[in-house]
């Protein structure tokens, strides 16, 4: 199993540094976009909506926006240039105020996941709450990661990257190490304190190198150690919040697109957690400096 991931990871990685870097950002955005959608029939599928025309009109309710928000923004975005009217330009960042949405529901799951995973796991919701869930995770995800590469450049979006998949790695390694105290047992007993605590280093780690290759002051620097950190602690609740969801369907993973890891979702659990905190984090950052 082990060996699978890695040839599976090893595949992967390559393809995503160059979609990250060479395509351009209608191209990447598209992409983007289909993940999700592979991400979504995925959802759909795991929280028990199985009518076909339930699952499509999921689908169609994520696309219709998708499009609605990228062309509004590209429309802006060239009235700008042409017109040369940096007001107009402003709107677009008018959607940045939905960055709220994500955040604040991530922050929620990962205070009752810490103190009330019983209850969680015995929670029963109907599917329309499921189908919003799912829009509210996968649709963000999507809409700041695009977001994030358009106005903020390719290395950001691969720093993001790197940092869940260093802080996943580590987390598995020193957890097989040095693991006993369980993290969340009744959720995924896999991980552990020490996997967690792990994960945790390699964010500042991360930070700090970062801030060595792009020259960052002190206080940049500082900043980013924070966000990275508290990115990874999003992304760790994030992972545990769909391991709760397959524990209470009874399945191992989401999928099987992806020999050795499951599901895409699976792959993909711990980034759309901190896709928008990591966003969110870079705007205030922004507006600091």
């Known amino acids: ?19 990250v870097y060479l395509l351009p950002i209608p191209y990447f955005t598209l992409v983007v976009a289909l993940v999700m959608l592979v991400a979504a029939w995925e959802w759909t599928s795991l929280t028990g909506i199985d009518r076909p025309s ?17 062309f509004w923004t590209y429309f802006l975005e060239i009235l700008a240039q042409i ?10 960042g008018l959607l940045e105020w939905l960055i709220i949405l994500p955040v604040l529901f991530w922050v929620v799951v990962m205070f009752l996941i810490k103190n009330a995973s019983d209850a969680l796991l015995k929670l029963e919701l109907k599917n329309v709450y499921k189908g919003l869930i799912g829009w509210v995770i996968l649709f963000f995800a999507w809409m700041f990661l695009y977001r994030m590469r358009a106005f903020y450049g390719s290395d950001m979006v691969m720093y993001f ?9 580590t987390a598995y390694f020193v957890g097989k190490k040095f693991g006993a105290t369980k993290l969340a047992p009744e959720i995924s007993p896999g991980k552990t304190m020490a996997g967690f605590y ?3 280093g390699s964010g500042v780690v991360s930070a700090i190198v970062l801030s060595l290759v792009f020259g960052f002051t002190l206080m940049i620097g500082s900043d980013f150690v924070l ?24 399945v191992k993973d989401t999928g099987s697109i992806l020999p050795g890891h499951g599901g895409l979702l699976d792959r993909i659990d711990s980034l759309v957690a901190g896709i928008p905190f990591f966003y969110a984090g870079i705007l205030l950052i922004r507006e600091l400096f």
Request: proline share 4%.
């Open 83 to 92: 017109f040369d009217w940096p007001e107009v330009r402003a709107q677009s």
């Open 54 to 70: 339930m699952r499509i009109l999921f689908l169609v309710l994520l696309i219709l926006p998708m499009g609605g928000v990228y």
């Open 227 to 250: 966000l990275s950190v508290l990115t990874v602690l999003i992304s760790i609740y994030g992972d545990l919040f769909f391991s709760l969801i397959k524990r209470q369907q009874g």
């Open 198 to 200: 792990g994960a945790l």
């Open 161 to 169: 990257l790197l940092l869940i998949w260093i802080a996943d790695i």
């Open 1 to 19: 199993m082990l060996l699978q991931r890695i040839i599976t990871a090893l595949i992967l990685a390559p393809l995503v540094v160059l979609a």
